[in-house]
């Protein structure tokens, strides 16, 4: 999900927004020098022993940030990174030159694509979603041309009119379209469950925020080609564990997204657009979140989704740097 970060206010605890830059770096894991650099390289040689199961991505429409194609994979290769996401609204507007373009580009930066952001707008009324629904074909058909191989969006965790049960009904009707077309072409798709205890409660009715009720509704769709985007936060949100983490099986998860949780906020409390960096507090276990997913036999992209404002307020190149560094910390702990 993409939102703007306001600042929290003055009377709640110390987070890295009441931090200047260098303290939040510190705290970060992510001041530089001799020490520092030996640890990057020991982390970057655990991170590619780790890429047979997970590959460093980098997708700027995740970050809060302006970026285009362009930069994002000038970004990707200038880092580092293993795939790079792919900009749906760009890519529907490529002809045939603009596709040869970018395959050589991804080709000479040794990038693969990771995932897309899927464009229809099915959480509102009927007419909305029918008007976008029509247009998905040749979305698709771009995307596949492309080469790009999965489509995500997220499920919002509540409702102002509909009833769980009301609510389940229509997104697994609505979903189901949607993915049939996705597979039509060759397109898998990826459902992030939203479990921000804070964010559920804004509505009357709550929705599906755990990991075992986004199951529920991949098995509603009913196509093996649907699965879901597992993010630590939401993990760590909805008080899901490693036990539930077996349930999963590889088809099950399309994409991987890694975050951290602001120290001394209990979980109620905690606001979604209030994020850290991969690992930068050690609130969450990315550790046994990972290696949860591996043991599960997971494989996809793994990407950091921080809504930190600290972040967006840096130069976007050193700002992906850091990405790219957390993101390193968090595959090295992969056994």
Known sequence: MQTTTPR????????????????????????????????IFNQEAAAAAASDAFTL?????????????NEAISWAR????????????????????????????????DLKWGTASMPVEFR????????????LPS?????????VASAITHIMPNHSTLTYKENFKQHSMRLKQISKILADHGLRFGMEYVGTESLRNRRKFPFIHTLREGLELIESIGLD?????MDCWHWHNAQDNLE??????????????????QPGIQRPFLQDNRRELPCS??????AGFLNGLAQQGIRGPVMAEPFNQHFRDMPRSQGIGFIAQSLRKALSMVQ
């Open 8 to 39: 929290p206010n003055s009377d709640k605890p110390e987070s890295v927004f009441s931090m200047n830059r260098r303290e939040w770096m510190r705290r970060s894991g992510l001041i530089t020098g001799a020490v520092a650099a030996t640890s």
């Open 57 to 69: 991505d980098l997708t700027v429409w995740k970050l809060g940030i302006h970026g285009n194609q």
């Open 78 to 109: 200038q880092f580092g990174f293993q795939s790079v996401g792919a900009h749906t609204e760009e890519i529907q507007r490529w002809n045939d030159a603009d596709h040869e373009s970018y395959a050589q580009q991804l080709m000479e930066a």
């Open 124 to 135: 509102k009324d009927e007419s909305r979603f029918q008007d976008d629904i029509r247009s």
């Open 139 to 147: 979305v698709a058909k771009s995307l596949k041309k492309a080469g």
């Open 225 to 229: 080609s649907v699965g879901l985007v």
């Open 244 to 261: 539930d983490l077996k349930l999963l099986k590889p088809r099950h998860v399309v994409s991987i997204e890694l975050n951290d949780a």
């Open 281 to 286: 507090t050690g609130v969450i276990d990315t």
